[in-house]
């Protein structure tokens, strides 16, 4: 069974970093990509950060290019999501979210971490 167990989250002031991160378990098909998820209060969940397992090759959403960067281990089945220059716009929880797959894709979800930006 898969799993996606989220850490990192918190309390932050505008401006800090925070740095989640996601580690994966009980795969038994090839990684397609991983990313972030996020929702805030009173909106729709929204994409982040992706990452392609295989190439390293990354995508944000316009909202954070340029303060949150994407990365992962390989060997550890886990992405990070380094968040700079944090706003309170930010606050939201973070779901991580793996596409994988060997004959049919499909997608996993964490249990989501809670990230809240101070001004």
């Known amino acids: 069974q898969v799993q996606l167990v989220e850490s990192g989250g918190g309390l932050v002031q505008a401006g800090g970093s925070l740095r989640l991160s996601c580690a994966a378990s009980?795969?038994?098909?090839?990684?397609?990509?991983m990313g972030w998820y996020r929702q805030g209060p009173g909106k729709e969940r929204e994409f982040v950060a992706a990452?392609?397992?295989?190439?390293?090759?990354?995508r944000y959403a316009d909202s954070v290019t340029g303060r949150f960067t994407i990365s992962r281990d390989n060997a550890k089945n886990t992405v990070y999501l380094q968040m700079n220059s944090m706003k309170p716009e930010d606050t939201a929880i973070y779901y991580c979210?793996?596409?994988?797959?060997?004959?049919?894709?499909?997608?996993?979800w964490g249990q989501g971490t809670q990230v809240t930006v101070s001004s």
């Open positions: 009980g795969l038994t098909f090839s990684t397609t990509r």
């Open positions: 979210h793996l596409l994988g797959g060997d004959i049919v894709t499909r997608a996993f």
């Open positions: 990452i392609t397992w295989s190439s390293g090759a990354t």
